[in-house]
């Protein structure tokens, strides 16, 4: 059985066809991020058979421009965005590779997923659709510029890079969404922040005893998408013990490690600390004190917490020296003084986080601690702000302090026009009023608003599970009411 057989039997009777048959060419393609090229060929290869005219920009982003349907040559240009480049996942013992443009669809229900990869609906549904409409006679619609932007999963230098000149249009649709029903109209900037804590170490006295104290069992979760659960930060965690036990008795810190990522809330840390032995009783004391005013206050949000007080896990932790008691209560209050967690609500959107910080990863190399913070907000004053924060913060525990920049985000405009087409347009084809909401994570709109200053942004998308794994699917159905609304939008910001 030939592959375009197989193709066929999958996605056949699934409408708008147009829409499909794209989609199943793209599951051919290779194109991890950074590796767009035969991607963007297929685009340029279908806009020279529709006859239209095609641009790139000196990062690869490519342009589609289709003319007005006929008596709709006046209406504003619009920009319909997506991104060429998918996340390429496989199961191990998969014979399926999306690297190699090896991707089995299969029909799973309502769903089409991936035989043990990723399906990569994310984003390659938008670019079908896309090109489905371009060649579509019955949408009407004003001139449309078909943006299609490189590397969006990996560093979203397409976007970051982008050249203002390809675009004529100031209203732009970026369907990179995976909620029926769900208008975005905004997404978070972040920022990151390094603090590095340098001191002189030297032997513990004798009599001192090197202990290690872990802090692990927590949730965790996404920086941006699950700040808000108001979850223990382990890092934090391990500040408020080491600093019981400090009051306790004496102490002397040989390393603190803690967090892997800095987008991600931190479950575990650790740190290897001397104490004179005549303090150790008090000192573990004082830990244990921490653990239960600490199991008091995360009650019912982060049940899972261990914190414990041991020996060190390898003898080499203790043996490179340890920072001084002044330094060691420095370092001590400066993780408790950093802020972290949930700065801001939205006041535009109930139940929305504006802006975040979030203490997320600490290492010891040497006499050199580093941590790194990572600060969010759809609002770009107050990302400032917090960074300003970050950096104040530093400047008072006397350690250095870097701004290693970020990306800007996408304040909400509750007064858009693409909002209000859009939010018309859902409400008469679906007898119901679309849910309108802003991610508190990152998305290309903030790039591409800060490329192309006025642009008038909305996005929205069909129903996509599981993204960046294998497993992720889309709902068949879903995806075909996606083209219908997104035409309608057309016509109606046309008309």
Request: proline fraction near 4%; glycine fraction near 12%; aromatic fraction near 4%.
């Amino acid at each position: 059985m030939g592959h375009d057989h197989d193709h066929n039997r999958v996605f056949h009777g699934l409408t708008p066809a147009e829409l499909w048959h794209h989609f199943g060419h793209i599951t051919e393609i290779a194109r991890p991020s950074g590796k767009e090229e035969r991607m963007a060929e297929y685009v340029i290869q279908h806009a020279k058979a529709l006859g239209l005219t095609w641009e790139r920009d000196a990062v690869g982003n490519l342009v589609v421009r289709v003319p007005a349907s006929p008596g709709r040559e006046k209406a504003p240009t619009i920009v319909l965005q997506g991104h060429l480049d998918m996340v390429c996942e496989k199961d191990p013992a998969s014979p399926y590779d999306p690297e190699q443009g090896r991707i089995h669809v299969v029909k799973d229900g309502d769903w089409l997923t991936a035989e043990g990869t990723t399906l990569g609906a994310d984003n390659g549904i938008a670019i079908a659709t896309m090109l489905a409409l371009a060649g579509d006679k019955a949408v009407k619609h004003g001139p449309l510029e078909l943006l299609m932007t490189i590397d969006e999963e990996t560093g979203m230098t397409g976007a970051q890079g982008l050249d203002p000149k390809l675009l004529a249009g100031r209203m732009m649709i970026n369907l990179d969404s995976e909620d029926e029903g769900i208008l975005f109209v905004g997404c978070a900037g972040g920022r990151d922040v390094k603090h590095t804590f340098k001191a002189a170490r030297s032997a513990a006295p004798s009599g001192w005893v090197a202990l290690q104290v872990t802090v692990g069992g927590l949730k965790g979760g996404h920086s941006g998408l699950e700040i808000n659960s108001n979850r223990l930060n382990a890092i934090r965690a391990l500040a408020r013990a080491l600093n019981a036990g400090g009051q306790a008795a004496p102490f002397r810190i040989a390393a603190i490690d803690g967090g892997n990522k800095r987008n991600a809330i931190p479950r575990d840390a650790k740190a290897v600390v001397f104490v004179e032995a005549a303090g150790e009783a008090a000192f573990r004391a004082g830990v244990e004190a921490a653990r239960k005013e600490l199991a008091e206050h995360y009650k019912g949000l982060d049940d899972g917490l261990k914190l414990a007080v041991g020996s060190p896990e390898s003898a080499a932790a203790a043996s490179g020296g340890a920072f001084a008691e002044a330094d060691s209560r420095r370092l001590v209050d400066l993780l408790r003084a950093t802020p972290t967690g949930v700065v801001a609500m939205s006041m535009d959107i109930k139940g929305l986080v504006e802006s975040s910080t979030n203490l997320g990863v600490i290492t010891t190399t040497g006499d050199t601690v580093e941590i790194a913070n990572l600060a969010r907000s759809s609002n770009a004053p107050a990302l400032q702000d917090i960074v300003d924060q970050l950096l104040a913060v530093a400047r008072l525990a006397g350690v250095e302090a870097t701004d290693l920049g970020g990306y800007p985000g996408w304040k909400p405009d509750m007064s858009s026009r693409s909002l209000a087409a859009t939010k018309r347009t859902f409400e008469k084809l679906y007898g119901k009023v679309p849910e309108i909401t802003a991610i508190h994570a990152g998305l290309e709109c903030g790039l591409i608003g800060d490329r192309v200053p006025g642009m008038d942004m909305v996005s929205f998308g069909p129903d996509i599970r599981g993204v960046h794994a294998p497993g992720e699917k889309v709902h068949a159905a879903s995806a075909g009411r996606f083209y219908d609304l997104l035409g309608a939008v057309l016509d109606e910001l046309s008309a």
